[in-house]
């Protein structure tokens, strides 16, 4: 099945053809139409199968649906466990949507909150951030969320055991009620599925393959590494 076949926005597809990709992968043909239909979704499959943009299409060609004159602000909030994460969602937001005049931004610790801040009260419509530095500047009172649109929590499961939930579960207080909330994971423990009650909609559940080993795409590297040079 072509991408095409899917319902993207024309200018999504130039975006996704310029990146090199020509057909879908199998989370990103069973994702796309229900997100594109205005499901909330919870996604299970492996790392490096391509999560991101089966989610980030969609969006995307919602968001490109949508008048010139619509409602600023933060419209798409995407959580993410690790900065490494948060920047190559960030990258892969950037790219398929190069032809829509939408801003992104990424909020992590470790780097300076200042342009972060910034992002968060300019209204810049994708925030993609990890929850930690996240809920220390909200709380703060930046950022407004009032007319976001869609939520997701990418590595839920990566969240859960890195302990993040009660930060999350404030963000998720300061969102309106009435959003799409997509969720992605490689597993679909009892914990993810309760979270799936909290956060969520009558949510569709999809879900590829088995979580035994990363996908084929992945490559594993371990490196030896001198018991005098590891940190204690």
């Known amino acids: 099945m072509p991408f095409r ?7 999504i597809l130039h975006a996704v053809q310029d990146a090199g990709y020509t057909e879908p992968t199998p989370i990103q043909t069973a994702a796309i139409p229900p997100i594109i239909a205005g499901h909330d979704l919870i996604g299970i499959a492996q790392t490096g199968t391509g999560k991101t943009a089966a989610f980030t299409l969609p969006i995307l060609t919602k968001l490109a649906a949508q008048p010139a004159g619509a409602r600023r ?19 892969n937001i950037r790219a398929y949507a190069k032809y829509l005049p939408l801003t992104v931004a990424t909020v992590f610790g470790g780097v300076g909150e200042h342009p972060q801040i910034r992002a968060l009260n300019s209204g810049t ?7 930690g530095r996240l809920l220390d500047l909200t709380q703060r009172r930046n950022g407004d969320f009032s007319n976001l649109q869609f939520l997701v929590l990418d590595e839920a499961d990566r969240m859960l055991d890195m302990g993040f939930l009660p930060s999350i579960r404030q963000i998720v ?31 569709k559940t999809i ?16 490196y030896e590494v001198p018991k005098h040079l590891k940190p204690a």
């Open 5 to 11: 076949a899917l319902g993207l926005e024309a200018k």
């Open 73 to 91: 602000g933060t419209k798409v909030l995407v959580i993410a466990p690790t900065r490494e994460l948060a920047v190559q969602i960030d990258e």
């Open 125 to 131: 419509d994708v925030i993609i951030a990890c929850p």
């Open 173 to 203: 207080r300061q969102l309106p009620k009435q959003r799409q909330t997509l969720m992605f994971s490689a597993t679909l423990s009892k914990e993810i599925e309760a979270l799936t009650h909290e956060f969520q909609r009558s949510p």
């Open 207 to 222: 879900q590829i393959g088995r979580r035994s080993n990363p996908a084929e795409t992945v490559t594993q590297l371990v």
